[in-house]
Structure formats: C-alpha cells, structure tokens
Nanobody, 111 residues
C-alpha cells in the first residue's frame, strides 16, 4: 500500500523558515516527478513546486527565491525548504507523486 506522509509544518513568524518532508512508502518513486501543492482556507489548491526524477525544479512565481524543493531518492523522500515565510504562505501543504497524495501538513505564518 502506497503512503505519502508529510511532516515539518507548524506555526512560524513572518520571515522565518520551515522544512517540510514527504516520505513515501509502499513503492519506489525515484523515476517519478514529485510535487508540492498547497491550499489556503477558502481557496483552491495551487501548485507550489516540482522536481523531476533527474533533479530539475520549477516553482510558482510567488515562492521563487524563497522556497527550494529537493529529493533524496535513497530515502524515497521529497523536501520543501521554505525561507522568508509570509502570512500569505499559510496553507495546508500536500505532496503528490503519480496519482498519490499525502494527508497534508499545516503551515501557519503569523504577521
């Protein structure tokens, strides 16, 4: 059974940092693209960042220069380093690979 488990969310002041992790189990995803999405209250889920199987990355404009996505294929894990956080980054963050989604981790940025 495939599971994606996010961790690392929490409450942080504006300007602070958090590092999210998403650990996959049940199969290996080293040849798949992995992505992070987020959903703020009352808003649609939006794409945040993606990393290809070869390490290429892409980001939504609002997080470029502040967030960094990375992966460790040996650990079947994808990360999202979030720096210079803003209140508008407050959301539930989800990782996804293939057709699978994690349960999400809450990130709250206070002003």
């Amino acid at each position: 059974q495939v599971q994606l488990v996010e961790s690392g969310g929490g409450l942080v002041q504006a300007g602070g940092s958090l590092r999210l992790s998403c650990a996959a189990s049940g199969r290996t995803f080293s040849s798949y693209n992995m992505r992070w999405f987020r959903q703020a209250p009352g808003k649609e889920r939006e794409f945040v960042a993606a990393i290809t199987w070869s390490g290429g990355t892409s980001y939504v404009d609002s997080v470029k220069g502040r967030f960094t996505i990375s992966r460790d294929n040996a650990k079947n894990t994808v990360y999202l380093q979030m720096n210079s956080l803003k209140p508008e980054d407050t959301a539930v963050y989800y990782c996804t690979v293939a057709a699978y989604w994690g349960q999400g981790t809450q990130v709250t940025v206070s002003s």
